[in-house]
């Protein structure tokens, strides 16, 4: 690599760096070509620094050990933010990883509170990931291990611009480039200080980072929507009783009286657990107060398995082959799905639009729906699309299927397998409570939208992230902005 810092050879086996292009660093990793030439592109503009912008901290070891204790954690109500919640331009607060500490804790320790604005940057292990703590999250949160919090101090920056350009591809690359060679990888606190980023004007910023908020309110939106249609199936098929009911100590004894009409001719005792029981018996009681209970076979239109391509043609064609592991949460995620020939386009795979898509082997716990407008594509063979009759709502069929009730008949089914599996004969004998068509519509409708919000969500940010490549790349079309106000 000669003086002028001009990247000559994309992956060479030695480097040349010029003295003006060498730092502290003397590791051969940190000046890889790929890390020089984004850096030299993001340079040609208007930069910043961070520590310039934002107070960069994160918890001290001993706030941590002292502070973040077993006997704490238990009593926690307010969410701490470790790395694992911190996602790509997004916080995801509602897993079971979640961590909570004391409310009063979290009023003590001022320093480590979060607020709007302040951006939660994963420094170790899942290192290199973002977000921005907006209004829209609604609750109050602190700062947990491995994440450190960027506390802005100049009103010159918009700090969801800031949080775009890290998970931005420039912004991955220079995360990556600062990491310390070891088993885990991190990014120390000095080093983030000194990172340099693009500063535009001020409404390039805006008009980015006002992409991630949009972002993020469809987001929070999506979720109450999500939650509605979720108490609204608990509320007719009173679902909490049946939690109720399942949660009860002796529902966790090793032993179990079936009756002869429970008995199906499978021997094995995981099949005939208590709890299988009381989910029978709810459904009998559902019965009885008019809410009809159906085998899914008297719902579905047309089903069928998907088919399983070599994995030696995978990336060699243009085909969208969707697998088990590619669905999430009532959608298909397309960026995860691998491509294959068009030769395998055949009908008892290819899915379309509307299509309940169900995973029948491996967790045996996802579904999505084909969303509009996707006629191309198909799945494999741990998957059983499925089509429903006019009467019936297709979302509300996935979340039923997706609920309690069609959690505890998968795992009945799947029970004692080494990979849990459902046969055409279990699928088609899904016991589906049925609500009338009106509440069906309310509640498929609302997760129809939750669908609809997490998408528009998904391309925002990915227009975000895109705009700063422009950026970059020194063609960003400024007349958008005005274009958009």
């Known amino acids: 690599m000669g003086l002028n810092n001009k990247v000559i050879n994309e992956n060479p086996a030695i480097v040349w760096v010029g003295l003006n292009a060498l730092h502290e660093r003397l590791d051969s990793y940190y000046y890889n070509p790929i890390f020089i030439k984004q850096y030299s592109k993001m340079t040609k503009g208007k930069v910043g620094v961070i520590g310039e912008f934002f107070n960069v901290t994160k918890l001290s070891g001993f706030e941590y050990t002292k502070h973040f204790t077993d006997e704490a954690l238990k009593a926690g109500d307010v969410v701490a933010i470790t790395s694992q919640n911190v996602a790509d331009c997004n916080l995801n607060i509602k897993e079971t990883n979640t961590i909570k500490i004391p409310r009063k804790l979290h009023n003590d320790l001022k320093r480590s509170q979060l607020k709007i604005d302040d951006i939660v940057l994963s ?25 450190c919090k960027l506390s802005p101090i100049n009103t010159n920056i918009d700090s969801a611009f800031l949080c ?4 931005s591809y420039s912004g991955q690359v220079y995360l990556d480039r600062e990491k310390t060679i070891s088993a885990q990888p991190t990014v120390n606190m000095d080093r983030i200080r000194n990172m340099e980023f693009p500063l535009p004007s001020i409404d390039i910023q805006g008009y980015i980072g006002d992409k991630l908020r949009k972002a993020e309110y469809l987001k929070v939106e999506a979720m109450k929507l999500k939650r509605e249609a979720e108490d609204l199936i608990d509320r007719h098929l009173k679902l909490e ?15 179990n009286y079936v009756s002869n009409d429970e008995f199906t001719g499978r021997l094995d005792p995981e099949h005939y657990k208590m709890k299988f029981s009381i989910l029978n018996e709810h459904l009998e009681q559902l019965d009885k107060i008019n809410i009809k209970v159906l085998n899914l076979e008297d719902i579905l239109e047309k089903g069928s398995y998907g088919i399983l391509p070599s994995s030696s043609d995978y990336g060699k064609g243009e085909l969208t082959f969707i697998r088990s592991t590619d669905l999430k949460d009532y959608m298909i995620d397309f960026d995860s799905c691998e491509k294959v020939p068009i030769d395998y386009n055949v009908e008892k795979a290819r899915v379309s639009s509307g299509e309940i898509l169900l995973e029948i082997k491996g967790s045996i716990s996802s579904g999505a729906i084909v969303p509009n407008g996707v006629n191309e594509g198909i799945i494999n063979g741990s998957i059983y699309k499925f089509s429903v009759k006019e009467e019936f709502n297709n979302y509300y069929i996935l979340a039923i299927l997706q609920s309690l009730i069609g959690q505890l008949q998968k795992e009945k089914h799947g029970a004692n397998s080494v990979i849990s599996y459902l046969s055409l004969d279990v699928i088609q004998n899904l016991q ?14 609302n997760l129809e939208r939750y669908v609809i919000n997490l998408l528009e969500a998904k391309k925002l940010v990915k227009n975000a992230k895109q705009d700063v490549e422009s950026l970059i790349e020194g063609n960003f079309d400024e007349s958008k902005i005005n274009a958009e106000q």
């Not at 829209?136 to 994440?147: A, K």
């Not at 589906?432 to 409708?445: A, E, N």
């Open 123 to 147: 420094y170790t292990g899942h290192y290199r990931r973002a977000a921005v703590i907006t209004e829209d999250i609604g609750e109050e949160l602190h700062l947990g291990p491995n994440v």
């Open 164 to 167: 775009v350009y890290f998970n």
């Open 241 to 255: 009783d049946l939690r109720a009911k399942i949660n009860l100590p002796n529902v966790k004894q090793k032993w």
């Open 432 to 445: 589906i409570p049925v609500l009338t068509k009106s509440i069906q519509d309310k509640i498929g409708s």
